[in-house]
């Protein structure tokens, strides 16, 4: 999920049921099943959320970054054809 500026707003989707979670984790979604995280201690959970938000940021970034590449080279082949429809 995103807010607004599209920036990752949940770090890590918990649920108890498996095919939930394969849903979301094909989606691209943080899941984890409810069994993995029953045993962890608080600090063990505040690292995997850590992790996990880590993770979506830098996920969020990366297609961020190619989102605006793919948008920067439509520009210049935009700007290129208009060149060359100048010289025919």
């Not at 995103?2 to 394969?22: H, Q, R, Y």
């Not at 099943?33 to 850590?50: I, R």
């Amino acid at each position: 999920m995103t807010c607004g500026s599209n920036k990752p707003l949940v770090a890590l989707f918990v649920d108890d049921e498996d095919a939930v979670i394969d849903e979301l984790v094909n989606r691209g979604a943080p899941a984890v099943s409810l069994g993995e995280v029953a045993g962890l201690n608080d600090a063990e959970l505040a690292d995997l959320l850590e992790y996990s938000r880590n993770a979506r940021l830098t996920q969020w970034q990366e297609r961020r970054n190619r989102v605006k590449a793919k948008k920067q080279q439509h520009y210049r082949q935009m700007a290129r054809e208009a060149r060359e429809k100048k010289h025919v």
